[in-house]
C-alpha cells in the first residue's frame, strides 16, 4: 500500500510556517503500522494542486491533503482536486447544513463566503468538522482515495482521528499493529539517553527502540509490531495490551535512564507533577521572575489544576518581590535577584501567600541580554519549599535563545518539585 | 525559474521530527525574490530518491536537498543523485582533503565510514561544509542544478549561506524581487476578513494579497514582486523599500479593517502592547485567573519586558483573589468568581499591588468543565484598571478546546489594553 502526505498552502511555501501537519500525520500512520512513501507541498494555485495531485492519483494508493479548505479565495484545494478529476464543484446539500450547524451553535450567520466551503468537488463524500467552519472531504481520482482535511491544525487532528483513522485501520484490518511505550526523559542529552541504551537492540530484538525530542524533555519510544486480531485495534497504545517482552524492556530501559525518568506512561512534566499533588492530597503556588508566568500557564493547561494549584506570582520587578512575596529587601541588595537566597524567600513567601504544602520559584536570566561574568544568560535559581524545609539550587542552562531558556527554567523547576513529592511506588 | 526542495530521511517520513530546514530554506527564498514552487520528502532509500530527483530534474531548474550525507548506510543521498544522473560515485580528492582539515582542527581521526562521505557522484562540484564533516555537492542532472545539503540544520545553514545563496544571487541578478507588508488583525474571523478587502484585487493588481491565522490573529500579507536592480537586495521587507503603490495598499486595506488592525508591521499583541508603554514611559500588572500565567508568559517572551512589566498575580483560588489582590468577599459570595464586578476588583487590585500604571485582569471558564447555563464554558470577564478609571467586559469565546480558549481569553484582554493605551502619534 503506497501512502502519501500533501500539504497545500503559500504560507509553507513562503516558509512562514513550519509544516507541522505533516509530522504529525506521520507519527500517526507510523504508531498506525502505514509508513508513508512521500511527503509534498504546494502553494495555493489550482494548475500546481490539480498536477501534484494527478501525480499522486496515479502512483499512491490513498493520499491526505492538507490546507486550502477557507472561505478566502486562495484556498483552492476543492477546484485543485477537482481538475485532478477533471470533474467540477457542486454544492453539497450535506456540507452546507453541517455547516449550518456548527454556526447556528456558535451563534454565527453563514455568509456567502461561507458558503464557498459547501463547494465539494463532484462525487467528495464530506468529512465533517466538528471544531471549525471548514468542512473537509474524500474523493476517489483513478483508484487513489483522497482525505482532503483543513489546515488549522486542532481541526486537522480531530478530523483525522475521528473520520479518517477509523477508515484506515478498517482498511489494514487483520494486518499488523504495534503496540507502543513512551517514557518521557529529563535532564539527558538525546546522545547520551542513546549511550545508555546502546544493548537494547540485542537485549530486545523484537522491539524498536525510537527517540525524539519534545523539547526540553526526550520521549523514548518502543514499538513491537505484533498480529493485529479482530479484537485488537492496530496502532492501541500499550496500555491495553498486556505484554511481558514489553513490560521486561520497559523495566530494562527505566533501570538504565534512572531517576532521569519523568513518567513511564509519556506524560509531561506538568501533568506528573499534577498527578503527584493530587494523589498526595496536596497543594502548590509558584513564584516566578525570569519564566514570566510560563510555570502557571503549563500547570494550568492541564485539565482539573484547580484542584491543586492555588497562586503564581509573577514578580518581574523587584518591588513585587518585597511587597508580594515578602522578599528582603536587604537579600536583594546584598545577593541580587538571581541568586539562590532569593530563590528560597521567593519560594517561602509564595507558599505563604498561597497558603499551600508547596511552592517553587525561579530567578534567573532569559536572555538575550541581562547577562554577567558572574552570572552568565542562562543562570537560573530555583528554589523549593514544602511543609519540611526551603532549598534552592542554581543552574547554567543556555539554549541561546530567550523563548528556549524559559522552557528549561519552567522544566527545571517542575522537575526538582517532582523530585521532592510523595511518589507512587 | 522554477525551483524545488527535497529533504530525505527515515525520520521525517516517520513523523519522528518536524522538517524544519525545509520551512527555513523557503524563507531564504523568499526573501531572495524567489518563490519555491514545490516541497518534497523522501526516505533513505536509493531507488525511491533517484525516481524524485529524476523527477525534479524534469520539471525544475534548480533544486535544493537536504539529508542523507552522514557516514552510516542509511545515508543515500549521493547514490540516489548519481542513479538519477546515470552515472557512479568516485572518491572525490578535494571531499577528502576538505574533512581531513576539519578532522584535524578537532583533533579527530578519520574512520572508514567517514571517507564514505567523500564518494560524491562523479561530475560533482564539492561544497565545504565548515561545522561538520559531510561535505556537500552540487550537481547538474537534466538542465537542473541540484545542490546537496547536510541535514544537521546548523550546518545546513551555514553552507546554504556560505556556498548556495551567492550563487543564487547572480543567478537572479537583475531579475525580480517581493516587497512585503504585512498587518495583523484580531478580531474578525477570516472570512470577514476577506469579505472586507474584495475589491483589493481590482484596486490593486500588481499586489497579491494573502491571508493566514496566526490564532488568534489574521496576519494580512500585502506581496509585490518588483524589478530587483543590482543595488536593492530583492525580497528586501517594504520597510526598506518606499513603495508609493504599496503604501497607497496598505491604507487601503486599513481603512476597511478598522481598529481591528493591531499592527502595521506585523506585530504580534504582545510586542504592540509592550511598544505602546514603552513609548508612554507606562508599566503592567496583570491578575489572572482562567488565562492562568498565558498572558504574562506571552509578555516576558518580548525581550526587554522588564521595562514596562512589573507583576502578575495568577489567582487560581479564591482565598489568592481575596488574599493578594484584594477582592472582596461579599462580591466573590453575591456574583461569583466569574463576574465583571471580580474582574474590576482583580485589576484594581493587581495595579495596586503592582504598583503601575495599568492592569489587566481575565477571570472566566477555559472548560473542558466548569460552566454552567448563566456562564458556559468560554465565558470570560475581562477588566482594565488604568489611571483614570476601572472598566470589565463579559465575552463568550468558546473555541472547544481548553488551550485555544486560553489562548483567546489573553488575547481579549490584550486588546482591551491595547485600545486604552496612549496611541502612537
Not at 502512483?59 to 492538507?66: M, Y
Not at 458558503?115 to 481520482?141: C, D, R, S
Not at 483543513?150 to 481541526?155: A, K, M, N, R
Not at 491495553?240 to 509519556?266: N, Q
Request: charged share 20%.
Amino acid at each position: 500500500m503506497r501512502v502519501e502526505i500533501l500539504s497545500t498552502g503559500d504560507e509553507v511555501l513562503l516558509g512562514d510556517i513550519v509544516d507541522t501537519n505533516s509530522a504529525w500525520l506521520c507519527g500517526q500512520l507510523t504508531e498506525l503500522g502505514i509508513r508513508p512513501d512521500g511527503l509534498s507541498a504546494v502553494g495555493d494555485d489550482i494548475d500546481p494542486i490539480g498536477q501534484v495531485v494527478g501525480a499522486i492519483a496515479r502512483r499512491a494508493d490513498f493520499c491526505i491533503v492538507t490546507g486550502g479548505l477557507g472561505p478566502t479565495p486562495d484556498d483552492v484545494t476543492a477546484l485543485g482536486c477537482a481538475r485532478a478529476a477533471a470533474t467540477d464543484l457542486e454544492l453539497h446539500p450535506q456540507a452546507l447544513a453541517s455547516m449550518e450547524t456548527f454556526f447556528s451553535r456558535k451563534g454565527w450567520t453563514l455568509t456567502p463566503e461561507n458558503e464557498k466551503q459547501a463547494m465539494l468537488p463532484k462525487g467528495a463524500v464530506m468529512l465533517e468538522n466538528l471544531h471549525g467552519t471548514a468542512p473537509g472531504f474524500k474523493l476517489e481520482i483513478e483508484g487513489c482515495v483522497f482525505y482532503c482535511l483543513p489546515g488549522v491544525p486542532s481541526e486537522m487532528k480531530e478530523m483525522f482521528t475521528g473520520r479518517v483513522l477509523p477508515e484506515l485501520r478498517d482498511k489494514i484490518g487483520g494486518r499488523e499493529g504495534l503496540v507502543i511505550h513512551r517514557l518521557t526523559v529529563f535532564g539527558l542529552p538525546e546522545a547520551e539517553v542513546g549511550r545508555r541504551l546502546k544493548g537494547f537492540a540485542k537485549a530486545y530484538p523484537g522491539i524498536r527502540l525510537g527517540f525524539r525530542a519534545v523539547f526540553p524533555l526526550i520521549e523514548v519510544k518502543l514499538v513491537k509490531t505484533v498480529k493485529a486480531t479482530g479484537n485488537l485495534a492496530s496502532g492501541t497504545e500499550s496500555c491495553g495490551v498486556p505484554d511481558a517482552e514489553m513490560a521486561a524492556a520497559v523495566t530494562w530501559t527505566a533501570d538504565r535512564l534512572d531517576h532521569r525518568v519523568v513518567s513511564f506512561s509519556g506524560l509531561t512534566l506538568e501533568q506528573e507533577v499534577g498527578n503527584l499533588l493530587r494523589r498526595a492530597g496536596q497543594t502548590l503556588s509558584v513564584a516566578e521572575s525570569c519564566t514570566g508566568g510560563l510555570i502557571s500557564h503549563m500547570i494550568t493547561d492541564v485539565p482539573g489544576a484547580s484542584d491543586y494549584f492555588l497562586f503564581s506570582g509573577v514578580t518581574y520587578a523587584n518591588s513585587a518581590k518585597i511587597g508580594i512575596l515578602g522578599v528582603s529587601e536587604e537579600t536583594l541588595i546584598a545577593h541580587g535577584a538571581v541568586h539562590e537566597e532569593t530563590a528560597k524567600q521567593m519560594a517561602a513567601g509564595a507558599r505563604r501567600a498561597g497558603g499551600s504544602d508547596w511552592a517553587v520559584s525561579t530567578t534567573g536570566i532569559a536572555g538575550p541580554s541581562g547577562g554577567t561574568s558572574d552570572k552568565p544568560v542562562g543562570t537560573v535559581c530555583v528554589g523549593l519549599a514544602g511543609p519540611d524545609r526551603v532549598s534552592a539550587r542554581r543552574f547554567v542552562l543556555d539554549t541561546g535563545d530567550r523563548e528556549k531558556n524559559k522552557h528549561l527554567f519552567a522544566a527545571a523547576a517542575l522537575e526538582m518539585l517532582r523530585r521532592a513529592l510523595p511518589q507512587r511506588n
